[in-house]
């Protein structure tokens, strides 16, 4: 027997419940092929649930790259502060943490019950365990076939999320459908990754991280991208936020060059200079002590440059100073690859931009 309802949403993500709660135009059902919705969104910044940033709606334009200017219409006709009313005012309380806006209680498990909760107000059906697998365009609307049962609806909302963490339920099926009805695909490729880096030196601090660094990209020597961020290093390459925001512009063989101390080269070539001259009994360690970085860190990078920490600033020589300021300044770490889908916390490419309409949408 076909079951009919005005509206489909196939995938109960975040994207989906939300869509399911707002669209308020007859019976709505949403198809999850998991036992239960969102497991990616109680996955979220560390189970935390980065809801959104604080600060002006302008200011996020520039941090989608080039499709930026795409979003602009969907982020000013629901901006941040937008969402953040929402959840208060159906009693989710947030916290600011350094811009980045939280549930109060830190749970991404309360964000989720709330948009379930608010299924329930809104009678919205979900049907777990049943995963979509064909759709067809009919007259007037759509026809639906899952592993359990067919259906009929006037509208329909594609909500099955990218390829990333494909363990969550998200494994491209998006992608299948849009091209099914029509929808040119650019190629999917994993985004907000961490980085494998070739020769890696660093296995024995992972878990070590810097505050905002200066990162920059560059491809046959020639600089694509600089961004500053916190960077964390991992067993065999590093992640954070600085390197998962460059990510989607990194190919491997391409170079990251690191400000591991924060200052400027000429800077810090000036000081080793003026040390030496000033007192010939300064050592490496005395002369470092007012850089900010880790002595763990600075550990290892003394044993790449064969220097030891008690050796005097004023005994090294012109080019192993040029190698000091090389390496703290501008510490080159050579991408083997990004991470994969499975590592990856989002998707670029999909649904060409050209085909699609970002404004709001009228039901
Ligand atoms: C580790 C990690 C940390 C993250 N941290 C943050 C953060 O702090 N803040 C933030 O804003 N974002 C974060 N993200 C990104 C965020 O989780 C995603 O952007 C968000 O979950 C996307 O929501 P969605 O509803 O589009 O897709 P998804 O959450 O992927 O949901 C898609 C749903 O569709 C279902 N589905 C797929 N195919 C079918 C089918 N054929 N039939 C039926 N159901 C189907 C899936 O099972 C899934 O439940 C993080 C991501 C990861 C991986």
Known sequence: MIKEFDIIIIGGGP?????????????????????????????????KCNITQSGSISDFFSHYGEGGRFLMPALKEFTNTDLIEYLDSRGLKTINKKGKIFP??????????????????????????????????????????????SYRCTKLVIATGGKS????????????????????????????????????KFSDISGLSLESRKITLYRNE??????????????WGLSGP??????????????????????NPEYFRS????????DKKITIKKFLKSFAIPDSLLKLILAEL????????????????NRMVE?????????FRTGDFNIAMATKGGVSLKEVRCSPIIF
């Open 165 to 200: 963490y494909p363990s969550t339920g998200s494994t491209g099926d998006s992608f299948y459908f849009a091209k099914y009805l029509g929808h040119t695909i650019e190629k999917p490729r994993p985004a907000l990754t961490p980085v494998y880096i070739k020769n890696y």
């Open 15 to 47: 994207a989906g419940l939300f869509t399911a709660v707002n669209i308020n135009d007859g019976r709505t059902l949403i198809l999850e092929k998991n036992d239960s919705a969102g497991r990616k969104l109680l996955m979220s910044g560390s189970g």
């Open 242 to 263: 600085g390197i998962l925001d460059l990510s989607r512009y990194i190919e491997p063989n391409d170079t990251l060059k690191i400000n591991l101390i924060n200052q």
């Open 306 to 321: 064969k220097l030891e920490t008690t050796t005097y600033i004023a005994d090294i020589s012109k080019a192993f100073r």
């Open 104 to 149: 109060a209680s830190e749970d991404a498990n309360d964000v989720l019950d709330l948009l379930l909760n608010e299924c329930i107000l809104k009678k919205v059906t979900i049907n777990y365990n049943e995963q979509v697998k064909k759709l067809e365009v009919v007259d007037n609307g759509f026809s639906i076939i899952t592993d359990k049962n």
């Open 327 to 335: 390496l703290f300044c501008e510490y080159p770490f050579e991408i």
């Open 222 to 235: 020639k600089k694509i991208k600089t961004n500053i961020g916190a960077l964390g290093f991992t067993h």
């Open 271 to 278: 000081a080793i200079n003026e040390t030496a001259l000033k």
